[in-house]
C-alpha cells in the first residue's frame, strides 16, 4: 500500500517540501500573511506550471510533490488542496496495478515483463521493498554495470542517459539504497541495472500512443461518446504505465455525463456517472446538477397535471403527477394530488 512515506524517496525530495513549509512560517512570522504571499507569488506560479506540465507527461510523483509545495507556500490555494489527494490516490492505485501486473508477469516465467513491471512499481512507490527485492534478487541477477559518478552527475542525468528516462532516477536511488534527491560525490560508486534494451520502444510506443489519444480526444470532442470510451477504454488496457490514458478514460465518461445533462437525459447521465470517483469535485457537483435539474422537471410535470385535472382529465393528470414522482419521489403536492386523482377516477369508473 501507498503511504506518505514514499514521498521520501521520490524524485524532488520530502527535504524540499519541509524547507517550503517553513519557508513560508518563517515568512509569515517575519512579514505579515499578506506580504508573505506577495513574496512567494513567483515561486507558487513556478510550482503550478510545473505541476501541470508533470501531470501531462504522466510523471505524477513530480507533479504531486510540486503541488504539495504550492499548498506549503500558499495554504489557501484550492487548486492544490483538491490535486494532492487525487494525486496521491492515482498513484496508489497505479502502483498498486501495477506490481499486480508485474506479480502476474512473474508467475508466468516472463522476466522482462515482471522486471519492466516492478521498475514501475518503483517509480510510483520508491519505499516498495517487495518490489525492489525481486529486482535485485530475482531478476536483474549479474546484468549490473558499476558505474563511477562524474562531476555534475546526478540520479536523473544518470538515469536519462542509461534509461532514456529521467523518471527513473528513482529506481536508481532504491537499487543503491539512496534518497532520490541524495547529493552524489565525484567518484561514487553506483550499481547501474542493465536494463535499457526493455525501454527501447518506449519512444515508438509514446508516438503511437499519443496519435491513439488524439483520436480519442476527436471523438469526444464530436460528442460520439461511445465510441470514445470504448477507444479510452482500449488506451488505458494497452497502455497501463500512462497516466494520461486513465484521465482520458474519466474525461470521456464525465464529458458523455455532462452531455447527457444538458440534453435533460438525466437517468442516463447517472447511469453513465456510476463509472466515475463519487468523490470527484465534478462528478458531485454534476450529480447535485442532475438532481436539481430532476427536481425543475418534476415540478413542470406537475403543474402539467394540475392543468389536464382541471380540464377534467384524470388519465393524463395521473400520466403527469406519476411520471412527476418518478423525477422526484419527495415533491411535497404530487403525492397528495395523485392519490386523490386515483380515488375520484374509481369512484367515476365504479359509476360508468
Not at 166 to 193: I, M, R, W
Not at 197 to 212: G, K
Request: hydrophobic content about 45%; aromatic content about 8%; some cysteine.
Amino acid at each position: 500500500m501507498v503511504t506518505n512515506s514514499w514521498r521520501c524517496g521520490a524524485i524532488f525530495g520530502s527535504a524540499l517540501l519541509l524547507a517550503a513549509a517553513l519557508m513560508a512560517f518563517t515568512a509569515t512570522r517575519e512579514l505579515g500573511a499578506a506580504e508573505a504571499d506577495r513574496t512567494f507569488a513567483p515561486l507558487v506560479e513556478a510550482m503550478r506550471k510545473q505541476a501541470v506540465a508533470y501531470e501531462k507527461t504522466g510523471e505524477l510523483t513530480r507533479a504531486l510533490q510540486r503541488w504539495e509545495i504550492v499548498s506549503a507556500l500558499d495554504p489557501s490555494d484550492r487548486t492544490a488542496k483538491g490535486k494532492i489527494p487525487a494525486l496521491q490516490s492515482k498513484v496508489q492505485s497505479l502502483a498498486v496495478s501495477n506490481f499486480k501486473m508485474a506479480l502476474a508477469s512473474y508467475k508466468r516465467g516472463d522476466r522482462g515483463g515482471a522486471l519492466k513491471g516492478f521498475i514501475q512499481v518503483l517509480i510510483y512507490e520508491p519505499t516498495n521493498r517487495v518490489a525492489l527485492d525481486y529486482v535485485k534478487r530475482d531478476l536483474v541477477g549479474a546484468s549490473v554495470e558499476n558505474y563511477e559518478v562524474a562531476e555534475g552527475d546526478t540520479l536523473a542525468r544518470i538515469a536519462a542517459s542509461k534509461y532514456k528516462d529521467a523518471s527513473k532516477a528513482a529506481f536508481l536511488a532504491d537499487y543503491n539504497e539512496l534518497k532520490a534527491d541524495a547529493a552524489l560525490k565525484t567518484g561514487q560508486s553506483l550499481k547501474v541495472p542493465v536494463i535499457a534494451d526493455l525501454f527501447e520502444s518506449d519512444v515508438a510506443d509514446r508516438a503511437e500512443f499519443d496519435e491513439s489519444l488524439r483520436v480519442v480526444k476527436e471523438l469526444v470532442n464530436a460528442n460520439k461518446f461511445p465510441e470514445a470510451l470504448t477507444s479510452a477504454e482500449a488506451l488505458a488496457k494497452q497502455y497501463k504505465g500512462y497516466a494520461e490514458a486513465l484521465d482520458m478514460v474519466d474525461t470521456a465518461n464525465f464529458k458523455y455525463a455532462e452531455f447527457l445533462t444538458k440534453e435533460r437525459k438525466f437517468d442516463e447521465a447517472l447511469e453513465v456517472l456510476k463509472r466515475s470517483n463519487p468523490k470527484e469535485k465534478r462528478v458531485v457537483e454534476l450529480k447535485a446538477t442532475i438532481a436539481a435539474g430532476k427536481a425543475d422537471e418534476a415540478q413542470k410535470l406537475y403543474i402539467t397535471g394540475v392543468k389536464y385535472f382541471l380540464d377534467e382529465d384524470l388519465e393524463n393528470a395521473i400520466r403527469a403527477w406519476e411520471t412527476a414522482l418518478v423525477l422526484n419521489p419527495n415533491h411535497p403536492k404530487a403525492n397528495e394530488d395523485l392519490r386523490n386523482a386515483r380515488a375520484i377516477k374509481k369512484k367515476l369508473d365504479t359509476v360508468q
